[in-house]
């Protein structure tokens, strides 16, 4: 028999208070150190959003501001030098914004798959042609004819992604791979570099949002990329991984299933 305590409780009531508020306080303690880390990822994305906003607008301010002020002392070629790389800014601003949007949209279970026939090899080679980067004589395609449903749009983002990604963070001139291939039932993306590489234990954190983690320092962008391309993938029902390539770097892959094209 349970002995009484002058409180009216017994042993084992005491225990079983003690053992609740001990779980409470472990609990409370774990709470707090996960709202440190998001307050110190909420400033790190901050900061990095902030950078990427400020460099290409005060780019774009600047060189407008000289096509403004020119009083006939630029030359129509430099003129249209001057344009091509406020295009180009505008771009990169363009790309950045439609990337918040869309994790934002996914997120919020807004943005559903809307599938469609058509050819991935041509799918391909309008994204890397379309690429605004000087970079793009790195990339080299083996791309098969798949015919196939997909997303279009959301498998051009996949792409172009996982391309910008691998551009950015490995040596200048080392070379880029893209290939694609029929698998499963689906279709098979593959992106190789001769960066670095993804140490093992950072091969899921780097798909999670505002995350950079193995990449170079200082390295531009603000950790959205990778992880649109894993939301992306997960929303038609395929996945996105990374892992060694042989010969040293990174192959980042991802898998989409075909399913049922959308009435045109």
């Not at 002995?3 to 053992?19: I, M, N």
């Amino acid at each position: 028999m349970a002995k009484e305590r002058h409180d009216g409780s017994t042993d084992e009531q005491r225990r079983e208070r003690e053992s609740s508020m001990a779980h409470a306080y472990e609990r409370e303690h774990e709470v707090v150190e996960e709202l440190r880390a998001l307050d110190e990822l909420k400033n790190a994305f901050l900061s990095a959003l902030s950078h990427e906003l400020r460099t290409p607008v005060t780019a774009i301010l600047g060189l407008a501001r000289t096509i403004e002020n020119d009083h006939g002392r630029l030359s129509p070629d430099e003129v249209r030098e001057f344009m091509r790389r406020i295009a180009s800014k505008a771009s990169k601003l363009d790309r950045l914004l439609n990337d918040l949007l869309d994790l934002d949209r996914l997120r919020h279970g807004m943005l559903a798959p809307a599938r469609r026939l058509g050819n991935i090899a041509d799918l391909v080679r309008h994204v890397t042609d379309e690429l605004d980067t000087p970079d793009r004589e790195r990339i080299t395609l083996d791309v098969d004819d798949v015919l196939i449903s997909i997303d279009h749009i959301q498998a051009e983002r996949i792409i172009e992604n996982l391309v910008m990604n691998a551009l950015t963070h490995t040596p200048p001139g080392s070379p880029v791979w893209i290939s694609t291939c029929e698998e499963g039932g689906g279709v098979l993306f593959t992106v190789e570099d001769a960066g670095p590489g993804i140490p093992p234990d950072l091969r899921t954190v780097i798909f999670e949002p505002f995350r950079q983690a193995g990449m170079k320092p200082h390295a531009p962008g603000v950790g959205i990329g990778l992880s649109l391309v894993a939301r992306f993938a997960d929303s038609q029902g395929g996945r996105a991984w990374v892992e060694d390539r042989e010969e040293g770097g990174a192959r980042f892959r991802v898998f989409l299933p075909s399913g049922p094209a959308e009435a045109p």
